[in-house]
């Protein structure tokens, strides 16, 4: 039987013929009709008014950190679980990112505990989508606000999701979007970043190009970035959004595919929900082993490795990790980390490919 990975990006359409038109054309480099267009289509994908194209996900985090002016010494506010790009950006600043626990039913930074770790220091959050549940921006928009605080949204594994019918990428002060090539749309390695705010967008386009004035070719007022797309990657890239519905709808299904084939392992894990004021997308489909089998969860991984299904440990907290270790206890991110799963969740899978993952499972917990 063929080994089935845990993720894999999928060709939708016009990525060959798009990319061929880069290399017959020799518009390889950063320059190009492809990066301008894939940056107003994602932008109306999103709602918003700007998108500037990054070479990844984590630049397009460092990047709207520098827009928005963080210093050495400032903090921000992030989920203790999430990808470690979230942290890291903050850290390349010189600020410090302080960790808050995440709530049990979304596995995203929980509103209620974000007030706690508001210090005059305190200069934004960083709200995750993470897995494709959106955070729940509602309040943390009011927190923000009372505050004086700045919002970030790391979209980078939720294009498409939305907040009370709001699609996220529109939903802060701006948003940032990965698309490696196990993200819901690709372009090999690449990144976005969404505002409405027009200042803000300019100045992410200064910083992003090294900081070279617009209007005085060599002139450097600031100290900038080579955080530049290709036109190749964007070439890849617009094609894939031309997709992204399809792609969504096709997550969709197999979600509900795998809610049919676990159902009867309920007592056992705890399936995806979603809130009701979200449209969550399934960048990943996750479980979580219930009470009695909290420490098996690598065996059970081992086992579904064994039978040639390929899955992956929930993101261990970032309280954990040497670069941000902290004594303190964040016991839901700790109980979610040390349980969950996520499953194979890519748009090649079949019915007959979930049913094979399910009974693996099946037979992986009773063993
Ligand atoms: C993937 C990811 C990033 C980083 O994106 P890259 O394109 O891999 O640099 C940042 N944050 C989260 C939550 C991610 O999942």
Known sequence: MNRISVAQPKMVGNERKYV???LDTNWISSNGKYIGAFEQAFAEFCGVKHAVATNNGTTALHLALVGLDLQPGDEVIIPTVTYIATANAVRYCGATPVLVDVCAETMNIDPREIEKKITPKTRGIIAVHLYGHPAGMGTIDEIAR???L???EDAAEAHGAEVQGRKVGGLGTCATFSFFGNKIITTGEGGMITTNDDA??????????????????????VVGYNYRMTNIQAAIGLAQLEGIETALAQRDAL??????????????????VEASWARQVFW????????????RRDAVMQQLDEMDIETRPVFYPMHV???YKEDASYPVGDLWAQRGINLPTHQDLTPADVQRIADSLRMALVN
């Not at 803000?200 to 007022?221: H, I, N, S, T, V």
């Not at 595919?257 to 056992?268: C, E, G, I």
């Open 321 to 323: 990790l040497p670069p």
């Open 284 to 295: 990943m489909y996750n479980i979580f082993l219930r009470d009695g089998d909290e420490n």
């Open 146 to 148: 009372k505050h004086g």
């Open 200 to 221: 803000l967008a300019a100045k992410l386009r200064l910083f992003r190009g090294q900081g070279m004035d617009p209007k005085r070719r060599y002139w450097f007022p």
């Open 150 to 152: 700045w919002v970030v």
């Open 255 to 272: 979600a509900g595919w795998y809610n049919v084939a676990l159902a009867d392992l309920q007592d056992k894990i705890v399936l995806p």
């Open 20 to 22: 061929l038109d880069c």
